[in-house]
């Protein structure tokens, strides 16, 4: 079968090569799946780089997210059948045509939802209800500041922000993309390019400032200047590419919570919360409050993920990027 293998730390994604290698064998308790689309994150190149938290060894097949048919069941799977959809992530296996996942890390893929849809829900979704549900305790009435609004956890979460009552301010780096953020739901638009960001939010909220700022960017030091007394601020992850060090002193006088999110560490330190998100994900779609938004056009084949990481990388997405494999793959 064709994938994306990476074989040596590479300096970017036009580096990436697609590699015919044989198809994984499904182990006890795993599924064979045919990927028919693979969400595209903006991880994956910091993790072909071996500049990511996580560093698989290598040669390693790249990709975290998929959807696509069972082909193959173990014999024990009482969850799942052969030729049923489904949505999941492993740490690697999912830029390829096949993958061998355990059974437990899949969900069915709700009727609702189309594959290029599922594909990109299993990590964007579950952070943002459990970076503003779990973490920051979003009440009705709230005001959250949700930075990157029309990147992909930035859509879960203003989707996730409003369905739960909250008032949405979406902070974007261009103007361009405030229309896909009111179309999901956001009140206000912003852009943090602009010189007085923060002044326009605190001018929003009447002179109150963010109850929340969800934050997948790395805005925390700027954010504590137009943060409410009390408020909490999610730190999602570093899109803009560095750590940053803060001035603690703001922190202690506006009374603000600092708190992180890493999803991917619950099943670890937290495994009765995974349920808990998922089910309650799972209603929010049913009752049509929250519904994946993907990037158009799709990207086709496995030639095409270096260009839709590329496009990520140079923030000229919004929503979900996938990459299409179904016509491509061949037993």
Known sequence: MRAIVVKSWLKGPGDMEVTDIPM????????????????????????????????????????????????????????????????????????????????????????????????????????????????????????????????????????????LGAHVIAATGSKDKFDICRQQGADHCINYHDADWTNQVIKL?????????????????????????NGRIVVVGFAAGAIEKVATNRILLKNVAVTGVYWGAYALNEPERIPEVWDALFKLAEDGLIRPVVFQPIFHGLDQVKDALKAIAHRETYGKAVVKLSEYSKL
């Not at 109150?208 to 925390?220: F, H, L, S």
């Open 24 to 163: 994984p064998v499904a182990k006890d308790g795993e599924l064979l799946v045919k990927v028919d689309s693979a969400g595209v994150n903006f991880f994956d190149v910091l993790m072909i780089a071996g500049k990511y938290q996580i560093k698989p060894a290598l040669p390693f097949t790249l990709g975290a997210e998929f959807s696509g048919t069972v082909v193959k069941i173990s014999p024990s799977d009482t969850r799942f059948a052969v030729g049923d959809r489904v949505f999941g992530s492993n740490v690697t296996g999912a830029y390829a045509e096949y993958i061998a996942v355990p059974s437990i890390h899949c969900f069915p893929i709700p009727s609702a939802l189309s594959f290029e849809q599922a594909a990109g829900i299993y990590i964007t979704y579950p952070t943002s209800y459990a970076g503003l549900v779990l973490r920051a305790k979003v009440q009705r009435g709230d005001w959250v500041l949700v930075h990157a609004a029309a990147g992909g956890v930035g859509i879960a979460a203003v989707q996730i922000a409003k369905a």
């Open 205 to 229: 909220t009447d002179g109150k400032g963010a109850d929340i700022v969800y934050d997948p960017v790395g805005k925390v030091e700027e954010s504590l200047k137009c943060v409410a007394w």
